[in-house]
């Protein structure tokens, strides 16, 4: 067990709607990391957030945004949603995006999404 | 950005051998390469990892080399047993911020 937890485990949804995956770091953990795993594009990283604010954006699409809140807990928001947006998405948490120990990201179990 | 490539993409090997998982990645500025185990249905899990200043690091039957110069590193699991089947990722830290790139996957089956 990492320590990372997210919710739902599982979410199947329909074309055009919108959700919201929620992650709750490590305990101590200042920094949230989304990524996305799917079978044609393996692990994607979407976007950073550290103690509260933006740090760094990859390859997250304008329909989805994400937010970290005061308690440090995360939320990745996917707004008209298609197929290909079916994946897993995974959360991960450092202490800080710094270097040495503090670098290292723990992964949670993920939230599995299918998009009928 | 980051471009990380891992081969091979499956690797099956008798209970008791060596397994040899390599990566390359094309940004000079990396300086963290850490590995992941992921279990079906589990997140990736940290397995060991390795920072550009050092050559090679090991962790009992784990071991990660580095070569900067050629912008490889390679993971080693000796004397494999069956609960080492899965599937193992490389990642490459980016320039910004900390986000990793990952490779692509190699699933290791260690036949028993």
């Known amino acids: 067990d990492s320590g990372v937890t997210q919710t739902p485990k599982h979410l199947i949804t329909a074309t055009g709607q919108r959700v919201t995956l929620r992650c709750s770091p490590r305990s101590g953990d200042l920094s949230v990391y989304w990524y996305q795993q799917s079978l044609d594009q393996g692990l994607q990283f979407l976007i950073q957030?550290?103690?509260?604010?933006?740090?760094a954006k990859g390859n997250i699409l304008e329909r989805f945004s994400a937010q970290q809140f005061p308690d440090l807990h995360s939320e990745l928001n996917l707004s008209s949603l298609e197929l290909g947006d079916s994946a897993l998405y995974f959360c991960?948490?450092?202490?800080?995006?710094?270097?040495?120990?503090?670098?290292?990201?723990?992964f949670g179990p993920g939230t599995r999404l299918l998009v009928l | 950005g980051e471009n990380v490539e891992q081969h091979p993409s499956t690797l099956s090997v008798q209970e008791g051998d060596s397994a040899v998982i390599k990566c390359t990645y094309s940004d000079s500025a990396s300086n963290y390469f850490p590995w992941y185990k992921q279990e079906l249905g589990k997140g990736p899990q940290l397995i060991i990892d390795?920072?550009?200043?050092?050559g090679e690091k090991k962790d009992q039957r784990i071991a990660v080399t580095l070569n900067k110069t050629a912008k490889h590193f390679s993971l080693h699991i000796t004397e494999t047993q069956p609960e080492d089947s899965a599937v193992y990722f490389c990642?490459?830290?980016?320039?910004?911020?900390?986000?990793?790139?990952f490779g692509t996957g190699t699933s290791l089956t260690v036949i028993p």
């Open positions: 991960a948490s450092s202490v800080a995006p710094g270097s040495g120990a503090q670098e290292t990201q723990y």
């Open positions: 390795i920072r550009s200043n050092v």
């Open positions: 990642a490459a830290r980016g320039r910004l911020g900390n986000q990793f790139y």
């Open positions: 957030y550290y103690n509260g604010e933006e740090r």
